[in-house]
């Protein structure tokens, strides 16, 4: 079974792993767990997402001002569709959540933390392209 927060009512689902593939959706709201895109998500809904997704959770750190985050942004999207089934990306706005930003040491931006395992994975800074966003996300391993 694997567990994995709804980003839009943030009620846990469990699912077996062979559903992945086949668009689950969230038994309590009926939102689709892996939509294959990229969301905004609040820090409420991060930190449970980063406690309870089996599947890796990849964050990007942006805000709208920043011309590498605006560039990077399409291509985070393209990677979110490569990697469905296998990891939810998810962005964090930092302008309007300085506070989360400031608790996970963004120094600059964009920045993307991997999540696994409740911990953080992995970190890199610095726009990228789909392939390598994909390749970032690959190097996570899933939760147990």
């Known amino acids: 079974m694997v567990k994995l927060v709804c980003l839009d009512c943030g009620q846990t689902n469990r699912l077996p792993e062979t559903r992945l593939a086949s668009g689950p959706k969230c038994g309590v709201c009926g939102a689709a767990l ?4 990229a969301r905004d998500i609040d820090p ?3 930190q449970k997402a980063i406690r309870t997704d089996d599947l890796p959770l990849v964050v990007d750190f942006w805000a709208p001002w920043c011309g590498p ?7 985070f999207s393209k990677a979110a569709a490569g990697l469905r089934g296998r990891a939810r990306l998810v962005k964090l ?13 963004i120094r600059g931006i964009p920045t993307m933390i991997a999540f696994a395992g409740g911990k953080e994975a992995a970190r890199q800074a610095g726009a990228l392209p789909a392939a390598q966003i994909e390749a ?8 147990g």
């Open 93 to 105: 706005n930092t302008e309007d959540h300085p506070q989360v930003s400031a608790g996970f040491g």
């Open 69 to 75: 985050c605006r560039m990077m942004a399409p291509e």
């Open 136 to 143: 970032f996300a690959a190097r996570v391993s899933p939760a």
């Open 44 to 46: 409420v809904t991060l």
């Open 34 to 37: 892996l939509e294959g895109k």
